[in-house]
């Protein structure tokens, strides 16, 4: 997965958190596997407000802003 334009994170939260199911227009609770204190690379999603972040799959997912701090480099 190439890694430009992204920024390296650590996990603070793999608690569930809720959000809204656009097709079904529901809310509905999400939670993927994050592993705190793990690292993970990331981007802002300022459309939505949170972190669109990369698991070891290679897939992104969207999570609260408040489940991530910026690495240090």
Same mark, same amino acid.
């Given at each position: 997965?190439p890694?430009e334009?992204?920024?390296r994170?650590?996990?603070?939260?793999?608690?569930?958190y809720l959000t809204?199911d %656009?097709q079904?227009?529901r809310?509905?609770?999400?939670?993927?596997?994050?592993?705190?204190?793990d690292? @993970?690379w990331?981007k802002?999603?300022?459309?939505?407000?949170?972190?669109r972040v990369?698991?070891?799959?290679?897939q992104? @997912?969207? @999570?609260?802003? %408040? @489940?991530f701090e %910026?690495?240090a480099?």
């Amino acid at each position: 997965m190439p890694t430009e334009g992204l920024i390296r994170v650590r996990c603070l939260s793999n608690a569930e958190y809720l959000t809204f199911d %656009r097709q079904s227009s529901r809310l509905t609770e999400s939670f993927f596997h994050l592993v705190v204190n793990d690292f @993970y690379w990331a981007k802002p999603d300022l459309e939505h407000g949170m972190w669109r972040v990369w698991d070891l799959s290679g897939q992104d @997912y969207l @999570y609260p802003e %408040r @489940y991530f701090e %910026r690495a240090a480099d």
